[in-house]
């Protein structure tokens, strides 16, 4: 079966520090991945998303990037984080083929505060 | 582009009673509508989904939503309501490679 997996599951950074979260899935090949970030506890707003090593997507111009190195790991990352990046980071896959081609699993999350 | 839409912030009900959490959508072609459930400080976990055929779609936890395409509607429904089932619930429709999310309903239910 299928896995995803998020750490760290929280962290608090100082505004200006640097930001790398991971993201991994397992149990499946080539699967599109999503970063998805929810503020205050509601909505949530689509960041990256990838449908294959190196191909990424930019939904919002931010302070943030993403990277795919691997077909299953997906990166989110900031050289400097500002105080409004503070918020839960989910992380999200799709399949590329099958029964469950068409609905996104999402990760457990990551809550990021910065200070 | 595709959009749905979440008219209520929250929703009370009480225990034992029948819930609906409503969404409608605006799509061009045909939709393809899902619900999520979020608990605090948990990721998304999907519920259901409307693809093609029957209206009425079965999902987990004893949850069910009716695809109405004259109302474009896909409500969520469950007959009993349980405390667990306080939450946040989400639907979302596909476009592309993506999914729209709605803004989110908070289903609180009272014993």
């Known amino acids: 079966s299928q896995t995803i997996h998020q750490w760290p599951a929280t962290l608090v950074q100082p505004v200006g520090s640097p930001l790398s979260l991971e993201c991994t899935v397992e149990?499946?090949?080539?699967?599109?991945l999503y970063w998805y970030r929810q503020a205050a506890g509601r909505g949530l707003q689509l960041l990256f998303y990838s449908v294959g090593i190196g191909q990424i997507s930019s939904e919002v111009p931010q302070n943030l990037s993403a990277s795919r190195p691997q077909d299953r790991q997906f990166i989110l990352s900031s050289k400097k984080l500002l105080l409004s990046d503070s918020g839960f980071y989910l992380c999200a896959w799709r399949g590329s083929g099958g029964l469950s081609r068409h609905e996104q699993f999402f990760g457990p999350g990551t809550r990021l505060t910065v200070l | 582009a595709q959009s749905v839409a979440q008219p209520e912030d929250q929703v009370n009900v009480a225990e034992g009673n029948p819930l609906t959490v409503k969404c409608t959508y605006s799509?061009?072609?045909?939709?393809?509508l899902f619900w999520y459930v979020q608990y605090p400080n948990r990721g998304l976990q999907f519920l259901l989904k409307y693809i093609t055929g029957d209206n009425l779609v079965k999902g987990s936890y004893g949850f069910e939503a009716e695809f109405n395409k004259s109302q474009t509607s896909f409500h969520l429904k469950k007959p009993s309501a349980l405390v667990s089932d306080s939450a946040l619930y989400f639907c979302a429709v596909r476009e592309g490679n993506k999914l729209v999310f709605g803004a989110g309903t908070i289903l609180r239910v009272k014993s």
């Open positions: 149990g499946t090949s080539n699967p599109n």
């Open positions: 799509v061009s072609g045909n939709p393809y």
